[in-house]
């Protein structure tokens, strides 16, 4: 069943801007950290950013960092991702999704440190981000 739903996504050209959100009704989200996560077609699921319960602390991949800005407001149970300067690169589904931290790990023998889909439980369906040179 879908635990968060995302919206937003769409077709926008290279150079713009989009702004996801997150919701969901079964979960509060002031009880969780929340992350956003995207996935192109061949390639692994990337943990692109992550915000903790209270919005204190956020981390953002190096893909996205300068580009991208997570958020949440807890009253309206809703997390946002603020998705500008956008590249073709950036074109894949978008996932929201929850956990009991923002936790980076190393995975798959490699030494860096990244948001891990394993350590998030609950996750939306996604939205499809498409970006046009």
């Known amino acids: 069943q879908v635990q968060v739903v995302e919206s937003g996504g769409g077709l926008v050209q290279a150079g713009g801007s989009l702004r996801l959100s997150c919701t969901s009704s079964?979960?509060?989200?002031?009880?969780?950290?929340m992350g956003w996560f995207r996935q192109a077609p061949g390639k692994e699921r990337e943990g692109i950013s992550c915000i903790s319960w209270a919005g204190d602390s956020t981390y953002y991949a190096d893909s996205v960092k300068g580009r991208f800005t997570i958020s949440r407001d807890n009253a309206k149970n809703t997390l946002y991702l603020q998705m500008n300067s956008l590249k073709p690169e950036d074109t894949a589904m978008y996932y929201c999704?929850?956990?009991?931290?923002?936790?980076?790990?190393?995975?798959?023998?490699?030494?860096?440190?990244?948001?891990?889909?394993?350590?998030?439980?609950?996750w939306g369906q996604g939205t499809q981000v498409t970006v046009s040179s």
């Open positions: 999704a929850a956990a009991q931290r923002c936790t980076l790990r190393s995975s798959g023998g490699l030494y860096r440190r990244s948001l891990q889909s394993a350590d998030f439980p609950f």
């Open positions: 079964a979960l509060r989200f002031d009880d969780y950290a």
